[in-house]
Each structure stands twice: as C-alpha cells, then as structure tokens.
C-alpha cells in the first residue's frame, strides 16, 4: 500500500505548494500505515529531489524523458498510472492546481478511482474514504465518500502546514513505458513572464478594483506590492477594461488564489470576486463606501480614499520593516 | 468538422447557498438555473469559429447530462446559436456519472472537437472534461484560453504557471477551457429565442454510468468575524495589527 504524489517542477525546482502535498500524503500514510512514493517527471537535480524527504516522502520516483520535457496529458497519466500500479497506490494526490485538474481525471479513470478535488482536510475517514472538499466557488464545503478501492485527490493550495521529519528518502529512476501516440498534442512555443511574483505563489497579494479610478493609478498599489514583495491582483471590470493584464483578474472566472494576506483596494466585494479570494487568511479592505460587501469579508477594513491611504500605508510599513 | 460543447446546469453565481435535509442535499428553492459561466463562454467560441469557417465547420451541438428540468438552461444553449441539443436523461451524481454518459453518446455520434469547461461552479470538480478524454483515449488540453482553427490546423494557447504555450493537436481531441477563450458570453437575441423552439432538443436514454463518489454532508463556512475597522487617520495601527496580531508581516 502506498500514497503516491505527483510533484510537479518549475523549471526543475520545487516550490512551497509541492512540500504541503508531501506533508498532506505523510499524513494520510501514517493513519493507514503505509508508504509516501513521490513522483517526479522531467529533470530535477537529485539534490532537489531529496528535499521531498524532509516532508515526509519514503521513496521518490524520478522519470526523466525529453518527450516529457513539457506537460502533455495522456502521456503523462499513462507515466502516473504506471507508477501508481507499481506502488500499489491506494490515493493518487495532486495539487489543485492547472496541471493537477488536467492530470487527475485521466488518472482517476485509468484507476477505475472516485475523484475528490480540491480538498482541504485529511481525511476523517479511510475506510470508507471520506474527505472534505470546497463547493460553490469557496462559498461551502462538502464531505465526500468514495465508493472505489483507489481514489484520486487533488489538494487545494494552502489548507494543510508543513511539516518537516527525519529524511529517509530514496530516489529510483523508474523506467516507464513512454507510448509515442500519446502525444498527438505538441508544445510549439512557450512564453514565460519573468521577474514578477506569481499570483498563485505569493504569500501577500495586493489587489485594485474599479475604485483605483484608472490604468494610469496603479503607480501607488505596485509600490505597496514592491516593498511587500507581493504579487498584483485585480477585479473582473478591471482587467475587461484593458487597465491590467488579464492574468491578474482573480474571481470566480480568474484565478482562485489563498494567500495569507490579501489587500482589496476599492474593491466592492462582489460575490464573484469573493469566490475566488475568501481563503485568504487575512483580508484588508480600503474603501469609500462603508457599507461595501467587502467589508463583511474583510479582517481588518479601513472607510477612505485609496489613493490617499496607499502612500501611507507603504510608508508606514517600510517604518516597521526599519524598525 | 462538427464542435460539441459540453455544458453543465449551474445556480446564477449570485446564488445564496443553503442545504436542506439535514444538509445532506443542496437547497434547489427559488434557485435561478444558467449555462455555467465557462461553458457559455466555450459555446460562444465555437459558434464564432463555424461563423468563420467557411462552411468547414458544419454544426455546434450543446449536450447535457441531466434530468427534465435543465431543459430551460439548454434552450437558452440553442437561444445562443446552437445547432441542435442533446439531453441524456440522467442524474448528474458525480463526474464519473456525466462523463460516462458523454463518452457513451460521443462514442456513437462522433465529434472533431469537445469543448468543456474548466469547472463547474455548482460542485468545482474539473474534472468531466480530463475523465471524457480518458473514456474516449483522445487528447486533452486544459487551461486553454485561446482556440483557432485556419485550414484545418488546430492551434490552441495553453495558460501555464506564470506565461502561456501554444500547441498544435490532432483531431478528435477535447478542449477544456477558462478564461480567454471568448471575451463575453453570447446573449441571446429575440430571433434566437424565438428560433430556439424549433431547433432540436433530443432525448437519450442514459447508459446507466456508475457514481464513484457522494456527496454525504454539507456544510457552510464558520461565520466570520466582524471586520476590525481602523480609522483612515491611523494607518500605523493597522499596520501594526498585520504585524502582531495577525502576524502575517
Ligand atoms: C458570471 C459572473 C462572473 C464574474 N466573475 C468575476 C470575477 O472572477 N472576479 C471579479 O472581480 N468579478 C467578477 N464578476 C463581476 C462582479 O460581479 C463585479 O461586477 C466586480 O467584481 C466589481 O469589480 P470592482 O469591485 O472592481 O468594481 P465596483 O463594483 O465598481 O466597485 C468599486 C468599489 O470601489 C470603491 N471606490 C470608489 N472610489 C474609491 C476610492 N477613491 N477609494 C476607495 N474605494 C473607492 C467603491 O465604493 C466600490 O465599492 C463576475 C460577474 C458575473 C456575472
């Protein structure tokens, strides 16, 4: 028996969320006893990978194949479900993330395994499988049992701590069968944004709506976001109009993002845009309006004008930072 | 070619939630039901790619798996500019249930390209299009925010982690789609209201696909606490409340 964990690499790296599904898998094999197989496809240094041992992984899988090089679906599911045949994989974890929503279907029917994503707990129960998940756009959560042997999970970001153990891992190079007509899709080109803070990575993100009054007033938000070292969200109107790219739209039809601190700045706090940013830790919403919606989904809220609160907002948080 | 869009019959966005039964079942009353957002935006798409075909592509169909009582939301579908509709009669239980009866129905009506959306916003599983794919051994692409298609050539922009790639793929394949794909969804005109009505609307008998999960108990969030207001006069304060009370700076 074994959990088996697709880790995904960025540019042969890891990254925090790879580490909460390592300790999210740990947890699962200590309540039924069995092993955490991680797996990695792609190149990643050794060194690299044996850092997933310090979360909790007992064995980790290397598959590296240029073919492989770029995320193409059936051929990675058919490396995956080999793997978790090997391993006697009861639960198949992913992130619930782009490429954790692309793979995990595939999977799940290879395996004959019931589905559960975007979950947020361990589970209350193995047997029958029960665990929780976020329903309607973050706005509830269902408890769901799965009626297969196997199932397949993907882990919503953010919901579990890390958590370091003693490393005992060993890296395997597994030698699965790669089938040349799984990739009738072909990667063309990529095209990487560099040296900004990515939304769905960022541990503070500050966010502007319609009340920032137009594209050319963003100077004050980005300073806030630079000296936090967050990255910048926006609201649906504001990125349909054209005043910020469209990979900043957060909501219900953007980004679903869980930062630990999220800044809504004339923001009113539509029910969309709160699906896709209510698992913020905390919210600080800066408003004109004190009756806006958003003030009933905020921690902490200030009633004013952001333009003239954002300056001295960064300015008092750079004093902090001094002090 | 021929294009089917998959969609799925969601609660308006700005529905409030509420269980009943013991908060084992999800409170239908006075529910308002629409296309879900991302399949209305898929549908949008390939309408405007058979307009821009020349005749290549042939005809958009729209199904859906469910009960008598989606029918409004897949008018609307046919009001929008569909060709044709298909309901397979079927609870949609889980995603192993919708896409079993999709795959079944696709297996004996065969389509070039299946659009589905990303996610539905009733139970959030992303999970129909990837498991169709699978059920039919074809290609998928996920998080595509971008689909052209010039002289039969298929290109697609796939949104990754911080930038985008474009593919190429074969067809048949599945697309499953997010933001980008169209700008805005389609609204129906009087004349495709009106049109609606007579386009068809076919009825299949379910193949009796199998749930692998259930849904056993809802609940709602934890109410949240009031909001600390800190005065506009006081930045400092708040500044210091992030940074020893909530301890996130
Ligand atoms: C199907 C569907 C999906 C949607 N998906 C999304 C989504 O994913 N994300 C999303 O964001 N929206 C989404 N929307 C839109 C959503 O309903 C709202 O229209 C949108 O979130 C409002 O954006 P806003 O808060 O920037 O603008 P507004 O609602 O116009 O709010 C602007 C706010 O700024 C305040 N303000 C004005 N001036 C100042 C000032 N000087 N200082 C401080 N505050 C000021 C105002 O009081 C107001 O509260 C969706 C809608 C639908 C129907």
Known sequence: MSVIVFVENWDGKFKKLSFELISYARQIADKSGSRVIALSIGTVEDDELHKLGNYGADKILKVEDERLNSLINKAYASVITQAAEKESSDTVLFSHNATGKALAPRVAVRLKAGAVTGVTEIPSSLDPFEVKKKVFTNKAFANVRVRSVKNVLTLFQNSVEIKETENNAEIEAFDAEIRDQDFKTRVLEVNKITGKVLLTDAEIVVSGGRGMKGPEKWQPLEDLAAELGAAIACSRPVSDEGWRPHEEHVGQTGKIIAPNLYFALGISGAIQHLGGVSSSKYIVAVNTDKDAPIFEAADYGIVGDVHKILPELTGEIKKMKDA | ?249
Not at chain 2, 36 to 52: I, S
Not at chain 2, 216 to 240: G, S
């Open chain 2, 1 to 249: 070619m021929k294009i089917l869009v998959c969609i799925s019959n969601v609660p308006d966005t700005t529905t409030k939630i509420r269980f009943t039964d013991d908060d084992t079942r999800f409170d239908t009353a006075s529910v308002q039901w629409i296309i879900n957002p991302w399949d209305e935006l898929a549908l949008t798409r390939a309408l405007e790619l058979k307009e821009g075909s020349g005749g290549s592509i042939e005809k958009v169909t729209v199904v859906n798996v469910g009960p008598k009582e989606s029918e409004p939301t897949i008018r609307k579908a046919l009001a929008i500019g569909a060709d044709d509709a298909v309901r397979i009669d079927a609870e949609p239980l889980d995603a192993h249930v919708v896409a079993g009866e999709l795959a079944g129905h696709i297996r004996n009506n065969p389509y070039d390209i299946v659009l589905c959306g990303i996610d539905s916003s009733d139970y959030n599983g992303s999970l129909v299009g990837g498991m169709l794919a699978e059920l039919l051994d074809l290609p998928s692409v996920s998080s595509v925010s971008k689909l052209n298609i010039e002289n039969d050539e298929i290109t697609i922009n796939r949104e990754i982690d911080g930038g985008s790639e474009i593919l190429s793929t074969e067809t048949p394949f599945v697309a499953i789609v997010q933001k980008g794909i169209a700008l805005e969804p389609r609204i129906p005109s009087m004349r495709g209201i009106m049109m609606a009505r007579k386009k068809p609307l076919n009825v299949v008998e379910a193949a009796g696909a199998e749930p692998l999960t259930e849904f056993v108990r809802f609940e709602l969030p934890p109410p949240k606490a009031a909001c600390k207001m800190v005065d506009e006069e006081n930045i400092r304060e708040l500044v210091a409340l992030l940074h020893n009370e909530a301890k996130v700076l």
